[in-house]
Structure formats: C-alpha cells, structure tokens
C-alpha cells in the first residue's frame, strides 16, 4: 500500500485511526457548533500526527523543561 511507504509501520495504525476518526465526522451539522469543533479538533490531531508535530512538540519541551 502507497501509505508504508511514506510512514514507519510503527505509526500507521494510529494514522489510520485518527484519519477515520476525522473522516467520521466530516458530515456533522453545520448548525452544530459542538460537532463543528469536535470535527475540527480530530482533523488537526491526523494532521499534527502525521506530520510528526507531536514528537517535535513533545521534544522541545523535554529540551526546555
């Protein structure tokens, strides 16, 4: 599959459960603030992840902490 090869096995299970968990709620309610915010907020988490940003965030307050 084209995803092995851009990202570590070790994180494609969590990609992909953060993905359907975007994807899920892609439909909500535009009247819904709630769901609005709950999409938004598991679409940034796939994003953050696989891009990698939450291990860079992660190390830079180990650095300064």
Known sequence: DELSKLVPADRIPQLRTLFAQALAGKNFDVNDVAAGRDYVG?????????????????????HHG
């Open 42 to 62: 598991a679409y940034v988490a796939f994003v953050k992840y696989a891009e990698g940003e939450e291990h860079a965030h992660h190390a830079h307050h180990a």
